[in-house]
């Protein structure tokens, strides 16, 4: 199908290019961008004036719910979330029922992702079988059959001889470890350590289950030279430890909630259960940190952490509710609401698509086929992945509003900018308002 975009300011956050121009897709790849071929006949045109036309948002952490709880969320439903807040290709975790420790359960789950036609699904396998903590999956089969990293997903790992291995493994065939940073007997609290935990009487963690499991980790890395992706980082001093590695050269990427970017322990509220996530929200120093972090690249991309929860599970007390919120079709609204709050008014809209698109797309780059050699960016001959939003555009978060499964958000009721008036997926429109 060949479609003309129109008018629209057209933006690809890897290369810095910002014009108002047109934009020519055909055969699932973009064909011409500004200079369009006087022949081109397009069969669909889209009118962008007023929009971005961006590339399509890559999320580095979203669960998809299926297989084993599809009661939470299925992939049709969570698809269609995605590309209607813009979000082309996405990893997804590998703590479903049945884990994703075997190459058939992740061949099953992308050809099910693809006959869909919605955004692109790229798995991450289970670093250790049944997520147990025991026994290495056979990663160079996993890695065959599409897995783009390796991953315990929320299962802390306590023994370290086993993440020894599992880094030597990796090291050897040059694959990513994606780890979580949290220490196993630390972690097991509902909500960060601090004033507001202890006057709610709720069991704390603290800043050192990160910490602690981050010095390991970055050992670990010395010595077998890896290359570890930490997800969702949490607190000034996690910040202050990747800022470090990095400066001393280790293979080291990291990424932030759209939670803890935005929200900090206040947001509990009365016992909110909206709010019960992992990692737990943190005092207000540490989303300062988190911002600076995301601003001067010590972290490297911004995700949703989508994690739809069905209605049962979370209406109930605080400690018991399960942790997690609802996130793609709010990944791109929440970029730019950071962007509005930027202190000295120094972020630009380019920076900050940056961290939705051609950030994580660097992230993932290492793993990738070939193929995705232009994930996250707009460059003729490259895949047609697209977003188009309206920047001012302002919207309300509720039940109604979300296509996702799980409707339960801290974001409830908030009036966010950018809505997305159409996504393109390898070329054709996935989502149009």
Not at 196 to 217: C, D, Q
Request: proline share 5%; with cysteine.
């Amino acid at each position: 199908m060949k479609i003309l975009i129109k008018n629209g300011r057209v933006i690809n956050p890897a290369t810095g290019f910002d014009e108002i121009c047109d934009l020519a897709v055909a055969a699932s790849k973009v064909i011409a961008i500004k200079n369009i071929a006087s022949d081109f006949v397009p069969n669909k045109t889209i009118d962008a004036t007023g929009c971005i036309v961006a590339p399509g948002l890559v999320d580095l952490a979203a669960r998809l719910r299926e297989p084993g709880y599809e009661h939470e969320g299925m992939l049709q439903s969570e698809l269609a979330a995605a590309v209607a807040g813009g979000v082309t290709s996405l990893v997804c975790m590998p703590d479903t029922d049945p884990v994703l420790d075997e190459p058939g359960l992740i061949e099953m789950l992308k050809f099910r992702a693809e006959k869909l036609h919605q955004s692109h699904v790229l798995p991450l396998g289970a670093l250790t079988v049944n997520l147990k903590g025991e026994v290495l999956t056979e990663m160079v089969g996993l890695a065959e059959a599409g897995c783009v990293g390796f991953s315990q997903a929320e299962v802390p790992l306590g023994n370290t001889q086993v993440l020894q291995r599992a880094l030597q493994y990796a090291s050897t065939f040059g694959y990513t470890i994606w780890l979580r940073p949290q220490d196993m007997h630390l972690s097991k609290g509902v909500a960060a350590s601090g004033a507001l935990a202890t006057r709610m009487g709720l069991s704390g963690v603290p800043v050192a289950a990160e910490t602690i499991a981050l010095h390991t980790i970055f050992e670990l890395m010395k010595s077998t030279q890896a290359k570890v992706h930490i997800c969702r980082i949490s607190s000034a001093s996690g910040v202050a430890l990747v800022r470090q590695a990095k400066a001393e050269g280790l293979q080291v990427s990291c990424d932030v909630s759209i939670n803890s970017l935005h929200l900090t322990d206040v947001d509990l509220g009365y016992f909110d259960s909206r709010a019960r996530l992992n990692p737990p929200l943190r005092q207000q120093r540490d989303r300062d940190a988190l911002r600076a972090g995301l601003l001067d690249g010590s972290i490297d991309a911004l995700v949703s952490d989508h994690t739809p929860v069905d209605e049962d599970a979370k209406t109930l007390p605080f400690a018991e509710a399960e942790a997690g919120a609802t996130g793609l079709e709010l990944l791109l609204s929440l970029a730019l609401k950071w962007q509005s709050e930027s202190s000295d008014k120094s972020l630009t809209l380019v920076q900050t698509l940056a961290t939705v698109t051609s950030q994580p797309a660097k992230v993932l780059a290492a793993n990738l086929p070939s193929a995705n050699a232009s994930l996250g960016q707009l460059v003729e001959g490259g895949a047609a992945d697209i977003c188009i939003f309206d920047p001012i555009a302002m919207w309300v978060v509720s039940d109604d509003s979300l296509r996702s499964q799980g409707k339960h958000t801290p974001f409830s009721g908030y009036e966010l900018p950018g809505q997305v008036r159409a996504t393109l997926v390898s070329g054709h429109v996935a989502f149009e308002r």
